[in-house]
């Protein structure tokens, strides 16, 4: 049972226009939500984060939007640049039991064109 | 920034050989944390280790087999290479007790057996 879901494999954006990249999840008792960036051939690296006490939280050119009834988080990245491209993960953890052992989703390989 | 480091980046073998995926990491977390991917999969969860002679099996079950005698290194071991274990293979750190429970994710090592 995938209990962290991102369905779209793949997202393709020009350059300077907005990437909204999706991501569902099954448990209602996850508590923190994360996103990570991974190029090929290397590790994913930690990208934003979000509590669910938070419904929004913004760095730089990336928001990460929690709805909690819904099951669902989004990333903006705005603008776009040809950089971004590579796979975003979401991830979820129950803080305080899970000890750091975080769920993953399958990745949307985003592309940004110039 | 993150210093974990993963040897070797990449690895072709044939099948029956012994192997070990070398983990380090300078940051002195005592949180580190096997992870296997596949292409357009989510990230398994096969081991990790809260401390020196701590290790537990994580979420995927694995014929791999880990070791933590010291806390900066955490190596993987796979006694009998199978085609079935290629994959990439990501080692990962994070600080016991951190809030925003960010693991910090080595480069990984591309496995094939061949």
């Known amino acids: 049972d995938q209990q962290v879901k991102q369905n779209s494999p793949s997202l393709s954006v020009q350059e300077g226009r907005i990437s909204i990249l999706n991501c569902d999840y099954t448990n209602s008792m996850f508590d923190y939500f994360l996103w990570y960036k991974k190029y090929p051939a290397e590790g994913p690296t930690f990208l934003i984060s979000?509590?669910?006490?938070?419904d929004k939280n913004e760095d730089g050119r990336f928001t990460v939007f929690l709805n909690k009834s819904a099951k669902h988080l989004s990333l903006h990245i705005v603008p776009s640049q040809p950089g971004d491209s590579a796979v975003y993960f979401c991830?979820?953890?129950?803080?305080?039991?899970?000890?750091?052992?975080?769920?993953f989703g399958q990745g949307t390989i985003l592309t940004v064109h110039p | 920034e993150a210093d974990i480091y993963q040897t070797p980046r990449y690895l072709v073998i044939g099948t029956g050989k012994k192997i070990t995926l070398e983990c380090s990491q300078t940051m002195g977390h005592d949180k580190m944390y096997w992870y296997q991917q596949d292409p357009g999969m989510e990230l398994h969860l096969i081991h990790y280790s809260y401390g020196v002679n701590s290790t537990e099996k994580g979420d995927l079950s694995s014929e791999s087999t880990v070791s933590r005698i010291r806390t900066e290194h955490f190596p993987l071991t796979l006694e009998s290479a199978r085609p079935s274990h290629t994959s990439q293979y990501l080692c990962?750190?994070?600080?016991?007790?951190?809030?925003?429970?960010?693991?910090?994710f080595g480069s990984g090592t591309q496995l094939s057996v061949l």
């Open positions: 991830a979820a953890i129950l803080r305080g039991t899970s000890y750091g052992k975080l769920t």
């Open positions: 990962a750190s994070s600080e016991f007790g951190a809030r925003d429970e960010k693991l910090f």
């Open positions: 979000i509590s669910s006490i938070k």
